[in-house]
């Protein structure tokens, strides 16, 4: 017999470390599974719109082609989680500052009012009356769009809107 070979014994004491620790796996699994799915999870989009146009990202072409009125913010909260989650209000904040401008009175389509409760897998969009511009001249250039949980958690997020909004402001 050479050293490299490997010789597998099945003994009642191995048999029980196999199973052993396949069920330790399994309930490392089971731990990881049951909080994931527990957790609250939120995506927060900021839109423009005008009229009854909601776009993603400023297009200079599209405005200058379709006379709409000018654009306004609106803020699409999309709860991805397994749980109901009820959003205390939303706004805007800006990187290294306190400042939060918060969105007290919400134009939402179906007439809604905060605390919102939000089904999985469901969204709802806040709709604002501030343009772009009024919102630099009284808050200043927002980095970001949150939505705060009635528990005091905070979810943020961007889009090509507030980046491009930042560029044109910049120059």
């Known amino acids: 017999m050479s050293a490299n070979q490997w010789h ?7 048999i ?9 796996a399994l309930g490392i699994l089971n731990l990881w599974l049951v909080w994931w799915r527990g957790r ?12 009854d146009f909601i776009w993603p990202e400023t297009d200079e072409a ?5 006379p709409v009125e000018p654009p306004r913010f609106c803020i699409e909260v999309q709860n991805l989680g397994l749980n109901a989650v009820t959003i205390g209000f939303v706004g805007f904040l800006k990187r290294h500052s306190k400042t939060v401008l918060a969105i007290n009175n919400p134009i939402i389509k179906d007439g809604g009012k905060y605390p919102r409760r939000l089904e999985p897998h469901s969204s709802f969009v806040v709709f604002t009356r501030y343009t772009p511009r009024e919102i ?5 250039v927002p980095d970001c769009a949150f ?13 090509p809107v507030l980046k491009e909004i ?5 120059d």
């Open 62 to 66: 599209f405005l200058k082609k379709y």
């Open 8 to 14: 597998i014994v099945l003994s009642q004491a191995n």
């Open 166 to 170: 930042a560029k044109l402001t910049a």
């Open 147 to 159: 939505a705060e949980t009635g528990s005091g958690l905070k979810f943020r997020g961007t889009s």
């Open 16 to 24: 029980t470390l196999a199973i052993a620790v396949l069920g330790l």
């Open 40 to 51: 609250v999870r939120l995506r927060v989009v900021p839109k423009l719109y005008g009229g």
């Open 136 to 140: 630099e001249k009284k808050f200043g």
